[in-house]
T-cell receptor, first 118, second 112 residues
Framework: NAGVTQTPKFRVLKTGQSMTLLCAQD?????MYWYRQDPGMGLRLIHY???????AKGEVPDGYNVSRLKKQNFLLGLESAAPSQTSVYFC?????????????????FGPGTRLTVL | GENVEQHPSTLSVQEGDSAVIKCTYS??????FPWYKQELGKGPQLIIDIRSNVGEKKDQRIAVTLNKTAKHFSLHITETQPEDSAVYFCAAHRRGTYKYIFGTGTRLKVLA
């Protein structure tokens, strides 16, 4: 299994340009997440999805949109990039909590996309 | 709001020494506490986790302890090696929900 994959690995944009980051997972996980990582600030949740066709806002959603048309894919879009969106973006997935005592929804991360907005 | 405090932000140890990283969480309903290791240019990788019904868990040179009363949990790495150098993140999670609350990370340097 490839786990969680992200494309592209690196991207440079000019202010105002748009782009889409793709996340794919082959673990049949229900939950998927997009985080951004900035120096000294840890991981901040942008948007998340609890299943195919659903999305919800996280901690820092402004300037981003997402879609989950297929269970295995979670797309993050920047409609008009700004320098403040320069960051490393991580996608993650986790399984649905089954309700059994031994069930925990461990989270697995992709390798990241380094985005620079000039 | 919910948060996780992680200390120290940087830690340097001599090879062979032990390293301890501590986290404190605010949501008393949290019941799952993973630790991630992030190497340069890579995504966070789960290295060990602990559930609220357990006080300690070990896996070779790494161990995690949990004090539910004090809402503290810690990562212990013994006999450190240069390949342990990385950024380590703790997180707190309430089982059955989507949300993970992450600490701000500890940069561990193991000096040869």
């Amino acid at each position: 299994n490839a786990g969680v994959t992200q494309t592209p690995k690196f991207r440079v944009l000019k202010t105002g340009q748009s782009m889409t980051l793709l996340c794919a997972q082959d673990m049949n996980h229900e939950y998927m997440y997009w985080y951004r990582q900035d120096p000294g600030m840890g991981l901040r949740l942008i948007h998340y999805s609890v299943g195919e066709g659903t999305t919800a806002k996280g901690e820092v959603p402004d300037g981003y949109n997402v879609s989950r048309l297929k269970k295995q894919n979670f797309l993050l879009g920047l409609e008009s990039a700004a320098p403040s969106q320069t960051s490393v973006y991580f996608c993650a997935s986790s399984p649905l909590f089954s309700g059994t005592p031994s069930s925990y929804n461990e989270q697995f991360f992709g390798p990241g996309t380094r985005l620079t907005v000039l | 709001g919910e948060n996780v405090e992680q200390h120290p932000s940087t830690l340097s140890v001599q090879e062979g020494d032990s390293a301890v990283i501590k986290c404190t969480y605010s949501d008393s309903a949290s019941n799952y506490f993973p630790w991630y290791k992030q190497e340069l240019g890579k995504g966070p990788q789960l290295i060990i986790d602990i559930r609220s019904n357990v006080g300690e868990k070990k896996d070779q040179r790494i161990a995690v302890t949990l004090n539910k009363t004090a809402k503290h949990f810690s990562l212990h790495i013994t006999e450190t090696q240069p390949e342990d150098s990385a950024v380590y993140f703790c997180a707190a999670h309430r089982r059955g929900t989507y949300k993970y609350i992450f600490g701000t990370g500890t940069r561990l340097k193991v000096l040869a």
